[in-house]
């Protein structure tokens, strides 16, 4: 069997499925894999692994949220002649010292960039879409989005840029992107409150943003159900990015793309426009 398949993991999430969208109307052999999808793919059962990896060509890997199994599958996907991984990873992860944060994503770094295959890793700014696809949009819906975030910016990205600049390096000519670390960012950086300004002007709601300290953060976080490791670990996020370590943006996107990013704005009104913050 000849390898021509690009195998996308996550391929229900935020990114994956833009992925798949972009690569099958392109005419790309496509294999959207995760635990809900057809072709299942569990980073805690390697048994499926093999499976997941017969024929392919070019892998998308989104990282697993633990540190370890990345090592396993790249060594899985070399064995099956696969020639290309590109991994989703985050600014940062290289960044955060010692820091339990941001292991999971160091480890598949290690692994991705260890391997004998061609590989690429995109950096990603934290996503426009986690406003309404993902841990803020409760909150925004509510009416106030309190984090332990001030006045240092974040350069969030539209994830149909990061699934554009994915596209575009799983479907280049060999060795193009080859060996390249991208740092990808939005076209300016903008605080929490000024994005939840933007949301709530565009959505025509009242919606406010309020500084609460990491340990305030954590503790709601663990009334919503989180473990108390688990909201110690993502508080710790933002008191890293408080250090302003990623807070500048780069020209990465339009290297791989020969264009600018999307802008936070169009994000919102795009959102906004399809109802993401009715109350
Ligand atoms: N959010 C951000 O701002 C941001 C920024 C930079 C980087 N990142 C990184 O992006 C990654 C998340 O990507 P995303 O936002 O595209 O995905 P996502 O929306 O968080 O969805 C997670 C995907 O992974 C799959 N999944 C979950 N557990 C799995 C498991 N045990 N085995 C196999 N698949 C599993 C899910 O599908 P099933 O439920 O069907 O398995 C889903 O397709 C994380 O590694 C995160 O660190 C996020």
Redesign the pocket.
Known sequence: MSNDTTLV?????????RVVARLRLRGTPVRA?????RTR????DPGGWDEALRGVAVAYV????VPGPVHEFVARAEAAGVRRLVL????GADTWGDSTFGL??RS?EDAVRGSALEWTVL?????D??FD??VFHAPLVAGELALPADAVPEPF?D?DDVADAAAAVLTGTAGRHAGRIYELTGPRALTFGEAVELISRASGRPITYRRISPGEYAATLVEQGLSEDDAHHVAEMFVLMERGLIAATTDDLATVLGRAPRTFEDYVVRAAAAGAWRG
């Open positions: 993991l996550g391929a229900t999430g935020k990114t994956g499925r894999a995760s635990r809900s999808s793919f569990d980073w805690t989104v990282a697993p949220g989703l990873s985050g600014r999971d994503m598949a950096r990603a700014s934290n996503f879409q986690n696809e993902d990205i994830v």
